[in-house]
């Protein structure tokens, strides 16, 4: 049967948020679909399902038209519907996802992913109440790259993502709680080439020279969501008033630049192996991202010699052996990946009761995908922070998304993390005194 369009006008309040979005693919369509023998190109987001006379209610929708949203859903078969990651520019295949369903309620709908499978260990991660919590369906709940929800009598909208989203607006948020402390401050480090402001923030010593000096890079690969919550738990020891904080406000200066990618993480994007690169591989010659063009100029300036570590938080790919364990990727370097298994052992001593953490975990340089042949000619973040003058740890940190080991990642525990590798942080710093 033939699939036919009808072209809507766009939702009044999220326009100018989203203008970008969307102005990339043809304005959102319902679609009436019966049957999926027509796979559309990837063109909207937005798809409003038609379905038999029996099911509850006539319609429903799914969309990714809000911050962070990505999907292609191209078809639906009665209440399955057939969907996708939206690529947009990557050059190898990725697996982010991340939309929501409106006017289901008392439905059970099938998603069904075409193409690889996009769902990680524990399932999808829904929300329904706007992104405020999340949950994981478990793994029980996907099969053969499909899951089915069951929406409540009530349900209004449920949004569902691979795994836990941490946008701009969460940021805001834990930002805000700290809105009157004397030991952090919220600058802009750029405007990304959509016109997006890019956070620097500093915390910790801020009101006198420090002893030390930390950079903190996070979404240099838009889709790595966790390792900001571990970012935020970092930055929430920093600014505590507790031993470990106080020790941070009276000898070190933090600098995170928590947004690398700004606007593919408020895009939705993947951002990683972006077409002709992406941000973590833009820190040789030309840079052609205002952010990392932004963090090479301003980083020296700013460390006047004291930058002793820099951290650059990551998340692996989906599943099986270095992607369910939090690791460090060990550097080219032999004097620089000495430092990293120093503070590898320091962190295993300090991470009890976050996340699991085991040294042993790190991979070294030459093994599985570490290799000169994966950066070719170009150049990390870790890489040029560990050139910076002084700098005597600069490494990336591997957080997954959905499990460590047996223990299931919630925001919570990846912040908690965060706390732990603020602890190490300081052993680290006070032993390299010594
Ligand atoms: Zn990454």
Redesign the pocket.
Known sequence: MRLSRIIRAKPHKEMNMHYKTLSRSVAPVILLAIGCSHILPATSSQRTFVSPPSAPTSSYTTDADFPGGNIIADCNEGDTIYLRPDQRDSSEWWFYWNFRVRGAAGRTLKFQFTGNDPIGTQGPAVSTDGGRTWSWLGPQAAQDSAFSYTFGRDSGEVQFCFSIPYLEANLQEFLGRYADSPHLAVRELCRTGKGRSVERIHAGRIDAEPNYRVLLTAR??AC?MI?SYSLEGLLEAVLADTDIGRWFQNNVEVLAVPFVDKDGVEDGDQG?SRRPHDH?RDYLGKSIYPSVEAVRQFVPRWSKGKLMVALDL???HIRGKYNEVIYIVGSPNQAAWQQQKEFAAILESVCKGSLPYRAESSLPFGTAWNTAANYGQYKSCSRWAEEQPGVRLAT?I?IPYANVGAAVVTADNARAFGRDLAGALRNYLENSDK
Do not use: L, S
Request: hydrophobic share 10%.
């Open positions: 240099h690969h790595e390792a990683k973590n990551h998340c692996p990336t591997e």
